[in-house]
């Protein structure tokens, strides 16, 4: 599981050679942890719109070294274009082109953030187009970054501030080290819901989670996050995996609940076993998935339906209990694991495709239902996740999945966490009903 790659490359006599010989130059990532600064250097924040203004006073409210304009020459941590008020594709050169030189003074594992308006609810063809413009322009811009760097965007509905507790949470989680590997990617805040945490460190305190899948890889990864952030946490595994989930029980100082997902009753033992151990139930993580890959040509019904069953009919049909059930209803959230092979497909991967597209198509649909009591629900979509599934690869095939992204390394389970963490927190709660991708830029596909 370890990528000796990316630590050879990344300093010393190992970079140079690389650098010569024109192979990929992976840095190893800056990720969270606790007490770290948010963002390291200064963060410019760029736009003279009132939006602009706005978050960079926000931004100083949290003592970030903030710049309205770039001093030459000087290390940037982050660079937040402010793109709220573009009505016409000329509008974004002005802007854009005005920080186009300080990106070569953006430090390693820097940040570049756009804010700006979501392309389908702009009322004229120019504007749409300038919105539009964003992504494509965000999306290139996330290529040409190196060391570490990512660019990603913040959209905000017609009527969201930019300093909507969500536009603050999603520019906050784009800074700092929970998203190292998210890169090219968007979050939608539709909403003007949430509230910051009382306490930053532990923005998740008081809540009860639940994660299935939990007793190893990513799923243990987001039980191990959602405790550091402060939740007291469920671990939901099969009976044959039962040792490994006691352990990561033990590790969380939660309980353990063995449960296969695709019995009837799992929605109601899910519920049962958080109110009567933990007196409430706030969030749920549906992580556990398999795969049986087969090219559809010599596909079978037994691993066709097996996928399925687990990977998105489990969650359907647990989501409906838990939407029908009392004890869901004081701002729960949902987040369901998805991948990008089911935005992007996958040779061999038929049956998962159709399961990962699945739940996409779920979570956009059940999340008006959420809204309904101040709940959300959202997918995460991880590209290539260093777990013993993808240690199991043949090397080749491994080698060329785990290089494929434009950080050039596959991410680590608690990227994914990191991504499910954040969105299960207060100032999430205007994030509804989307997908974040947490792939570093997979080069391939969609
Ligand atoms: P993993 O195979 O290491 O862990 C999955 C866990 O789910 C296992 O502990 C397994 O026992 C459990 N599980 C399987 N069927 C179950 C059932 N019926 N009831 C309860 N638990 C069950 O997999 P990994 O890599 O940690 O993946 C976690 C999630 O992330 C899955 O949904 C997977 O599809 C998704 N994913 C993983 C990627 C990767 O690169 N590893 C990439 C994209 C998505």
């Given at each position: 599981?370890?990528?000796?790659?990316?630590?050879?490359?990344?300093?010393?006599?190992?970079?140079?050679?690389?650098?010569?010989?024109?192979?990929?130059?992976?840095?190893?990532?800056?990720r969270?942890?606790?007490?770290?600064?948010?963002?390291?250097?200064?963060?410019?924040?760029?736009?003279?719109?009132?939006?602009?203004?706005?978050?960079?006073?926000?931004?100083?409210?949290?003592?970030?070294?903030?710049?309205?304009?770039?001093?030459?020459?000087?290390?940037?941590?982050?660079?937040?274009?402010?793109l709220?008020a573009?009505?016409?594709?000329?509008?974004?050169?002005?802007?854009?082109?005005?920080?186009?030189?300080?990106?070569?003074?953006?430090?390693?594992?820097?940040?570049?953030?756009?804010?700006?308006?979501?392309?389908?609810?702009?009322?004229?063809?120019?504007?749409?187009?300038a919105?539009?413009?964003?992504?494509?322009?965000?999306?290139?811009?996330?290529?040409e970054?190196?060391?570490?760097?990512?660019?990603?965007?913040?959209?905000?509905?017609e009527?969201?501030?930019?300093?909507?507790?969500?536009?603050?949470?999603?520019?906050?989680f784009?800074?700092?080290?929970?998203?190292?590997?998210?890169?090219?990617?968007?979050?939608?805040?539709?909403?003007?819901?949430?509230?910051?945490?009382?306490?930053v460190?532990?923005?998740?305190?008081?809540?009860?989670?639940?994660?299935t899948?939990?007793?190893?890889?990513?799923?243990?990864?987001?039980?191990?996050?959602l405790?550091?952030?402060?939740?007291k946490?469920?671990?939901?595994?099969?009976?044959?995996?039962?040792?490994?989930?006691?352990?990561?029980?033990?590790?969380?100082?939660?309980?353990?609940?063995?449960?296969?997902?695709?019995r009837?009753?799992?929605?109601?033992?899910?519920?049962?076993?958080?109110?009567?151990?933990?007196?409430?139930l706030d969030?749920?993580?549906h992580?556990?998935?398999?795969?049986?890959?087969?090219?559809?040509?010599?596909?079978?019904?037994?691993?066709?339906?097996?996928?399925?069953?687990?990977?998105?009919?489990?969650?359907?049909?647990?989501?409906?209990?838990?939407?029908?059930?009392?004890?869901?209803?004081?701002a729960?959230?949902?987040?369901?694991?998805?991948?990008?092979?089911?935005i992007?497909?996958?040779?061999?991967?038929t049956?998962?495709?159709?399961?990962?597209g699945?739940?996409?198509?779920?979570?956009?649909?059940?999340?008006?239902l959420?809204?309904?009591?101040?709940?959300?629900?959202?997918?995460?979509?991880?590209?290539?996740?260093e777990?013993?599934?993808t240690?199991?690869?043949?090397?080749?095939?491994?080698?060329?999945?785990?290089?494929?992204?434009?950080?050039?390394?596959?991410?680590?389970?608690?990227?994914?966490?990191?991504?499910?963490?954040?969105?299960?927190?207060?100032?999430?709660?205007?994030?509804?009903g989307?997908?974040l991708?947490?792939?570093?830029?997979?080069?391939?596909?969609?």
């Open positions: 599981m370890t990528d000796t790659y990316t630590r050879i490359v990344s300093q010393g006599l190992g970079k140079d050679v690389a650098r010569r010989l024109g192979l990929p130059q992976p840095v190893e990532l800056r969270h942890a606790p007490g770290a600064p948010l963002v390291i250097g200064p963060v410019l924040v760029n736009g003279d719109s009132l939006g602009a203004d706005d978050l960079a006073t926000a931004l100083l409210g949290w003592g970030l070294d903030v710049r309205r304009n770039a001093l030459p020459k000087e290390k940037l941590g982050a660079v937040i274009l402010v709220d573009v009505q016409h594709p000329d509008d974004l050169g002005k802007q854009i082109l005005t920080v186009a030189a300080s990106l070569r003074d953006l430090s390693p594992n820097g940040r570049i953030i756009t804010v700006s308006r979501t392309p389908h609810s702009a009322s004229t063809p120019a504007s749409a187009a919105r539009q413009g964003v992504d494509g322009m965000l999306r290139s811009l996330a290529k970054l190196r060391s570490g760097a990512t660019a990603n965007g913040v959209l905000l509905a009527d969201i501030a930019t300093t909507a507790p969500s536009a603050l949470g999603a520019v906050r784009f800074l700092s080290g929970r998203s190292a590997y998210v890169d090219g990617q968007f979050l939608t805040v539709t909403s003007a819901s949430g509230s910051m945490p009382a306490d460190d532990k923005p998740l305190q008081g809540k009860v989670a639940v994660v899948g939990a007793a190893r890889g990513i799923g243990a990864a987001i039980a191990r996050t405790y550091r952030d402060g939740a946490v469920v671990v939901v595994d099969i009976p044959a995996a039962g040792d490994h989930l006691a352990a990561v029980a033990n590790q969380v100082h939660g309980t353990a609940l063995q449960l296969d997902i695709t009837d009753d799992a929605g109601a033992r899910i519920i049962e076993h958080a109110v009567e151990r933990h007196g409430r969030i749920v993580v992580n556990a998935g398999i795969t049986r890959d087969r090219l559809l040509a010599n596909m079978d019904e037994g691993r066709w339906q097996s996928v399925i069953a687990v990977n998105i009919a489990a969650q359907l049909r647990i989501n409906e209990v838990l939407l029908a059930s009392e004890h869901f209803k004081d729960p959230r949902i987040i369901s694991v998805a991948s990008t092979s089911g992007a497909g996958n040779r061999g991967q049956n998962y495709g159709a399961s990962k699945g739940v996409i198509g779920m979570v956009r649909a059940t999340a008006p959420m809204e309904s009591f101040g709940g959300t629900i959202n997918a995460v979509a991880p590209g290539f996740i777990t013993e599934m240690a199991k690869m043949p090397f080749a095939i491994r080698e060329a999945a785990r290089r494929l992204n434009s950080l050039k390394q596959g991410g680590l389970p608690v990227d994914v966490a990191e991504a499910i963490a954040f969105l299960a927190t207060e100032p999430a709660g205007g994030i509804n989307g997908v991708r947490v792939c570093g830029q997979q080069l391939v596909g969609a």
